[in-house]
């Protein structure tokens, strides 16, 4: 039958199983909605939006429902006359006027159009494959694209966006019902793909495809354009089909032969022996699977996965690749006076990732990770993404399928499928590679001419490294690609610098620090134009890798510390808004600062660094009005707070031998210091009578036997009362406390002067013992040691509070909020209370000026920036989003928030860090799909 019918057949069948699964939709939806709407963890204005979204939907759903059919005719329409750009249909030609598949390139450039279409993708699974590998067929073509497939998830993805676009609804109200048209939507592609596949197969054309051998011409002086019709490299299958073949069509566009190898085919690799099947092995046929082993090939995956890209071949940045000796030896080498794909450098791939190693093994060790990966490739350490076989359904199709599966990586994390001469597979002549390699090193050579280096600047990478740093780096308007990427100028000229790397080892290095910034620039929490910066310092960073091996395995660097610190606060600064300015201007100094310079200037990061945190505290602290007042009043609230635990120190050392009432003894020990405290900050004399009335109440209250007691208590009653409640207004204590200490010790004095005779209570101390046992407290400087504060913090937030009050400040104190456990006040001043645990040092290396973090409490969910933190690891100052005044938290109970999960760190780790982690579990992906 022909190829036309048996297209149009396909077709009827997708589009009716497409009509038929869409009335099924809107209860399916409506369902999901409420579930998410009834959440427990969906907030409060995200279960308005989404409940506003479902009251939609019913309305909408007629047009909805309409809309979708009449897109997807209009996409089909175009997409077939695009399939492998060689069939088109009279029928098709015609109604391809209203509609292009790239008409808004908006949809394929978000994350929710991404997501949905790769969702399609999943669900259909193995359907979907075989229908690439039955299209393929049908066009006589080798490669298996799914680009290429007319019926491909992409114009299901299309079609849900366009209709629900054309209802006009509100944005936060589309987005909603996108993504749950497409998540309910999904659930029926494996069926849509399997009806296109049984349209197919009852036509015959069957879900195999055998590789062919691929002619090559007899010298390269033969690649040109005109060579197209002559069929040389005209396609993948044809070996030279002439004009009307396969190879003839796909170069008839005037690309020639050279547009084969452009796409990333070596000429003659697919060897074969005529119409042979490939042999399955795990996902991969023979000859992918051995390419895919190759050192270079791992390496590019890598680069491809970090971004969550295809793996294909960068524009820019052909990839090293080597394909197995069998599959070279099967065919004559036309390029027998170029490198060899087997030879280094050209196109074996990294030497340092040679043989059957790990490549997540290898990183983790230059990483210095504690915990390397097993060799064994079915284990997997901890961290590792496990590998899942793919399960191959047991339909005729799915087998017939599985002896050709092209590029079927089996991990949800990778590209569906790939084949022979598509942009997944990777694949590089040798010609091609080797001509890349000698353009690049000789522009490196004429730039770095142009600038008349001396003669010892071209002599070892390191110090031509530091001279492109100074002279190559493209401002900041050219380090964005044509795609809006920031480049990665080590990948640009990775073949150069490998020309230069003297061992293995500078190779790595190259390799390693090029896929950290592959990271990086790319990193989220970064702002764009820091990452711009950022990028331009990647041969000076390099530079530095090569001359301290710590750089990649030490966290404690001090370039890794002055980057992580600079993009962190980059980040907060634009969160938190109102020092967005100052340091962008400041961070902007510290770059042209690093580009006038090498890593050869001694403890340049770490004097940079020192310079920037002192700024960025500055900063933080005296930006903002009201944190400024509150940290000042926090330092006046600590003097006082310090004052008052050494007066209390030195009573407390006197009074256990004396015993009295738990009441007296209680005031003495907390109000009256405080009394003590607050005349010393104004009277010196005063506070000294209030020291000296201590020994004297105490005296007072003792069974007087003698008559001079006697009447020396009853002179001094009246200047002893008098101080007391001169002591007790200064402090501003409650009236009615100062009345019932007043009838206790009226009572307690008249006990003192008339005893009774058989009275058992001790008469006590003479008043001269009693001053001489206070002799410290009343007449020697105060002192206190480091373990014994924590008996009184009681204390420093009733200071705080007094200043805050005195000072006119709206400052919030969170401790309470957050519902911080407190002891007993008199159980806080025991002298022998446990001490409090040590505070986590990995949590005190987090709490820095200009963190972020996000708390959640039962009366307290915001999110806030550290802006001042206590030099004494006592108290941290936030602003609050939506907060015009700052708020005090102590440390202790922020890292008890931490431990219970009720606040965290917006960023989970600094930059560096996220780098390695992301590289370490992306390397992990490329070897699960090698096993």
């Known amino acids: 039958m022909a190829a036309n019918e048996s297209l149009s057949s396909a077709r009827a069948e997708f589009t009716h199983a497409f009509n038929h699964a869409v009335p099924g939709i809107l209860p399916e939806a409506l369902e999901a909605l409420l579930t998410k709407a009834n959440y427990n963890g969906t907030s409060s204005a995200d279960k308005s939006r989404i409940v506003n979204a479902r009251a939609i939907l019913p309305e909408k759903w007629d047009a909805i429902s ?51 279409t790769q969702n399609f993708r999943d669900k ?55 993504e749950q048209l497409g998540e309910t939507f999904a659930s029926t592609m494996a069926g849509i793909y399997e009806a296109a596949n049984s349209a197919l197969e009852r036509q015959g054309i069957s879900a195999s495809l055998a590789l062919k051998i691929s002619k090559a011409p007899e010298s390269l002086q033969t690649r040109s354009p005109a060579a197209g019709g002559q069929g040389g490299y005209g396609g993948t299958g044809g070996g030279g089909g002439g004009p009307s073949g396969p190879g003839g069509a796909g170069a008839g566009g005037g690309q020639g032969a050279y547009s084969t190898m452009q796409a990333g085919v070596f000429p003659g690799a697919q060897a074969g022996q005529g119409q042979a099947q490939v042999q399955n092995q795990g996902a991969f046929p023979a000859a992918q699977q051995t390419s895919m082993a190759s050192p270079g090939v791992r390496l590019e995956q890598l680069f491809q996965t970090v971004r969550g890209k295809p793996l294909s071949l960068p524009a820019a940045t052909p990839v090293l690749a080597q394909n197995a000796g069998a599959m070279q030896a099967a065919v004559p080498n036309p390029y027998a006076d170029m490198p060899s794909p087997g030879s280094p450098p050209a196109n074996a791939g990294p030497a340092w990732l040679s043989g059957d190693r790990a490549l ?63 942009n997944d597979l990777i694949q590089v002549p040798a010609a091609l590679v080797a001509s890349h390699l000698q353009n690049i090193e000789s522009q490196l050579k004429q730039r770095v001419e142009a600038q008349a280096l001396p003669p010892e600047m071209s002599m070892g990478l390191s110090k031509v490294l530091g001279q492109m740093h100074k002279v190559m780096v493209p401002d900041s308007t050219a380090m964005k690609d044509e795609k809006g990427e920031i480049r990665n100028l080590i990948r640009e000229h990775k073949d150069a610098l490998y020309s230069l790397a003297k061992d293995t080892e500078e190779q790595m290095c190259i390799d390693l620090v090029a896929m950290l910034f592959e990271v990086m620039l790319c990193d989220e929490l970064v702002p764009f134009n820091i990452r711009i910066s950022l990028g331009r310092l990647q041969f000076l ?49 510290i770059i042209k600062t690093l580009m006038r310079h090498d890593s050869d200037v001694p403890e340049l990061f770490s004097r940079i660094q020192n310079r920037f945190e002192t700024f960025i505290s500055r900063e933080l602290r005296t930006n903002n009005q009201h944190i400024h007042r509150t940290v000042k009043a926090l330092g006046e609230a600590e003097i006082r707070f310090m004052r008052f635990a050494c007066i209390a120190v030195a009573i407390n050392k006197a009074m256990p031998k004396v015993n009295v009432e738990m009441s007296f003894r209680s005031f003495l020990r907390k109000e009256w210091v405080r009394a003590i405290e607050a005349a010393e900050r104004t009277d010196a004399l005063l506070a000294r009578r209030y020291r000296l009335l201590v020994p004297d109440l105490l005296w007072s209250v003792f069974p007087k036997l003698d008559n001079d007691d006697r009447n020396l208590l009853s002179s ?66 105060d002192t206190i040691e480091h373990s014994e504060v924590h008996h009184y913090e009681f204390a420093r937030e009733i200071y705080q509070q007094d200043v805050f009050a005195e000072l006119g400040l709206h400052t919030r104190m969170l ?23 040590e505070l986590n040092p990995a949590y005190l290396e987090r709490i820095v000026c200009g963190a972020l973090v996000d708390i959640k409490t039962e009366k307290l969910n915001a999110k806030a920036c550290l802006r001042w933190v206590d030099p004494n690891l006592m108290y941290v100052v936030l602003s609050l989003k939506g907060d015009d005044f700052p708020a005090v938290l102590s440390i202790r109970v922020l890292c008890q928030l931490l431990d219970t999960a009720r606040l965290r760190f917006v960023e989970d780790e600094p930059l560096f860090e996220r780098a390695i982690r992301t590289l370490l579990r992306s390397a992990d992906e490329v070897d699960n799909v090698r096993v």
């Not at 980057?563 to 400041?586: K, P």
């Not at 200490?741 to 003192?752: D, K």
């Not at 456990?821 to 008199?826: H, K, R, S, T």
């Open 66 to 116: 309409r809309a979708m059919p009449v897109h997807l005719v209009q996409l089909l329409d175009r997409s077939i006359t695009t399939a492998y750009s060689t069939f088109r249909p009279a029928s098709a030609l015609g109604k391809a006027t209203e509609l292009a598949l790239l008409d808004s390139s908006t949809f394929e450039t978000t994350l929710r159009f991404n997501e949905m």
């Open 124 to 178: 259909a699974g193995q359907a979907l494959l075989d229908l690439n590998i039955r299209i393929a067929v049908l066009f006589g073509q080798d490669d298996i694209r799914e680009r290429e497939n007319p019926f491909r998830p992409y114009l299901l993805a299309r079609c849900i966006f366009l209709a629900v676009e054309e209802q006009k609804l509100s944005q936060e109200s589309e987005a909603i019902l996108i």
């Open 360 to 422: 997540g093994g290898v990183l983790r060790q230059a990483f210095g990770e504690a915990s390397p990966v097993s060799q064994h490739r079915d284990k997997h350490s901890e961290g590792a993404i496990p590998f899942t076989a793919r399960e191959n359904p047991q339909s005729s199709s799915a087998q017939a399928g599985a002896q050709a599966r092209t590029g079927q990586f089996a991990h949800s994390g990778l590209p569906a499928a790939a084949g022979p001469g598509s």
């Open 541 to 589: 960073i390099l530079q530095l890798a090569l001359k301290e091996k710590s750089l990649l395995s030490d966290g404690k660097h001090p370039a890794r510390l002055l980057l992580n610190r600079i993009c962190s606060i980059a980040y907060s600064a634009q969160q938190i808004g109102d020092v967005d300015n100052h340091v962008t201007e400041e961070i902007a100094r």
């Open 716 to 781: 001094m009653l009246p200047t002893m009362v008098g101080t007391l409640r001169h002591g007790m207004d200064l402090m501003e204590l409650e009236k009615s406390r100062q009345q019932k200490l007043l009838n206790w010790l009226a009572e307690a004095h008249a006990q003192a002067l008339r005893p009774a005779a058989d009275s058992k209570k001790p008469q006590g101390l003479s008043l001269p013992a009693m001053h001489e046992r206070f002799e410290q407290f009343t007449n020697q400087p």
């Open 815 to 837: 401790d309470k909020e957050v519902k911080r456990p407190e002891l007993p006040a008199e159980t806080a001043i025991v002298a022998d209370a446990p001490t409090e645990p």
